[in-house]
Each structure stands twice: as C-alpha cells, then as structure tokens.
C-alpha cells in the first residue's frame, strides 16, 4: 500500500487558480470515486474540504474543487487567498483501506 | 458539537507499546467508525487503521502485525496499541471520527494530535 504520489509544493498569487494533482493506481484512485481532500495548516489538524472526489462538506467555500481522471485526482482552489496557504493531502479509499498522498505545501505569494 | 481529545505519554521507550486513548465528547460514540493516524515531524499523514462500536477493525497492512484499536463505549474512549515501537514511530497521533457521507467514510471530526517520541 504506497502513498499516492503528490507535487511537493505549488504556488500561485491571490486571486489566481493552482491546481494540486493526486496519482494513484487502479486499486486506490482508480478504482473508487472515494477520493477526498483534507487541509493542514501548520500545527493543526487535517480539515476535510472534499470528498466523493468532487462534493464539498457543509462550510467549505465553492472555490475549492474537485476532479479525477483515471488514476489521478485533483484539487483545483480558485480565487486564492492569503488563508489557502496550507499543506494538502489526498486520501483515497483503497478496498476498506485507506491511503494518502505524500502532501503538497501550497504557497500563496 | 463531537469533540475528540487524544491521551497518553508523550514518551515511549524503544521495542515498548505506544498505548493512546481518544475521549470523545459531545456526543456518543456508539454506532461510528473511529480512526487512528498518524504524521512524523515534517512528513506526511499515514493511516493506522479504524474501528467500529461493533468491535470490527481494519487496519494499515504495514502496521497491522503490531497494531490493536480498541474500544469502550462505557466511556466513550477508543485506544490505540502499538508494540515494538521503534524512532520510525515517533509521530503526531491523530484521532478521528469516520462519517458517512453516502458514498463511504471519511474522517470529518479530527482531535488536535498528540505527540509521541520514541527514545531511550
């Protein structure tokens, strides 16, 4: 069970679009609309904002957003503000397992 | 509002069992899935496993020779068992509530983490 296979870190300007990428295989990603993500900031708890890949929980602004095609999901935040700056995990459901992705430290410039 | 609180020593020594306790409060913990996982200074999450009221478990292939959760919903706790810990171990301990959202579960309601160091 490996961890799925994020970007290191991504950056972009308020008000921009970043997108973070989530590579699995067809026993986790693939196989399964059970793709979610949680936020991290630093010295926090993870805070879920998607899951079933696209759908947002109650409270989560609209522009985060979620897609998947074939093996890799993604997490697209439109509009970025100053408060984006996080750290990102994939989770993925992986036959009543569930696997994350290694993070992605999002940088707001 | 479901709140969880982790427990436990903060210290363990090597080749001993990490033994952690979450309480949860707010609400009652029968009839849930209830989760453990982990994050290493500077790395990122990795999930032990997960535990229902019921008693079934599941837990991370990698993990799961030394792993236990268990449950007492006498005082709505569920606890986390790791042996033979090792400096690989040390790690912020989440504990989490899995809610069902339709499709499957997801961990929605997290604890603020505790930190465990595996030292001599």
């Known amino acids: 069970q490996s961890a799925l296979t994020q970007p290191r870190s991504v950056s972009g300007s308020p008000g921009q679009s970043v997108t973070i990428s989530c590579t699995g295989t067809s026993s986790d990603v693939g196989g399964y609309n059970y793709v979610s993500w949680y936020q991290q900031h630093p010295g926090k708890a993870p805070k879920l904002m998607i899951y079933d890949v696209t759908k947002r929980p109650s409270g989560v602004p609209d522009r985060f957003s979620g897609s998947k095609s074939g093996n890799t999901a993604s997490l697209t935040i439109s509009g970025l503000q100053a408060e984006d700056e996080a750290d990102y995990y994939c989770?993925?459901?992986?036959?009543?397992?569930?696997?994350f992705g290694g993070g992605t430290k999002l940088t707001v410039l | 509002q479901v709140q969880l609180q982790e427990s436990g020593p903060g210290l363990v020594k090597p080749s001993e069992t990490l033994s952690l306790t979450c309480t949860v409060s707010g609400g009652s913990i029968s009839s849930d899935y209830w989760s453990w996982i982990r994050q290493p200074p500077g790395k990122g999450l990795e999930w032990i496993g997960y535990?229902?009221?019921?008693?079934?478990?599941n837990y991370n292939p990698s993990l799961k020779s030394r792993v236990t959760i268990s449950v007492d919903t006498s005082k709505n706790q569920f606890s986390l068992k790791l042996s033979s810990v090792t400096a690989a171990d040390t790690a912020v301990y989440y504990c989490?509530?899995?809610?069902?959202?339709?499709?499957?579960?997801?961990?929605?309601?997290w604890g603020k983490g505790t930190t465990v160091t595996v030292s001599s």
């Open positions: 535990i229902h009221t019921s008693g079934s478990t």
């Open positions: 989770c993925s459901y992986a036959g009543s397992y569930r696997v």
């Open positions: 989490a509530r899995l809610t069902n959202y339709g499709g499957t579960y997801y961990m929605d309601v």
